[in-house]
């Protein structure tokens, strides 16, 4: 099995910016797509963003666009979230997923692996 952990979660202000990153446990992540969901509280769980085995190969929520970043760095087998510009509406437990599918999911159904989560509070 793929172990997943996140870390870089914290409270920052509106407009502020954070990275999450998600540390795999071993080199196969690299044959995964990695995805990122978010879920705030009393809501189901939202597709952020995913990233595949290349530099062009990224997909993201409408929320996310041109504000998130997601990249993954195979050798060291991690993955990051470079959030900008962060609005309240960003707070949630964010986590990272691992899926085995051929095409980028958006449905958490279709990831394999989990990691804990991290938590972002974002501050008017």
């Known amino acids: 099995q793929v172990q997943l952990v996140e870390s870089g979660g914290g409270l920052v202000q509106a407009g502020g910016s954070l990275r999450l990153s998600c540390q795999a446990s071993d080199r196969t992540f690299e044959s995964y797509i990695m995805g990122w969901f978010r879920q705030a509280p009393g809501k189901e769980r939202e597709f952020v963003a995913a990233?595949?085995?290349?530099?062009?190969?990224?997909h993201y929520a409408d929320s996310a666009k041109g504000r998130f970043t997601v990249d993954r760095d195979h050798a060291k087998a991690t993955g990051t979230l470079t959030m900008t510009n962060l609005k309240s509406e960003d707070t949630a437990v964010y986590y990272c997923?691992?899926?085995?599918?051929?095409?980028?999911?958006?449905?958490?159904?279709?990831?394999?692996?989990w990691g804990q989560g991290t938590e972002v509070t974002v501050s008017a």
């Open positions: 997923a691992a899926s085995s599918m051929g095409t980028i999911p958006t449905d958490s159904d279709d990831y394999e692996y």
């Open positions: 990233y595949g085995w290349s530099g062009d190969s990224a």
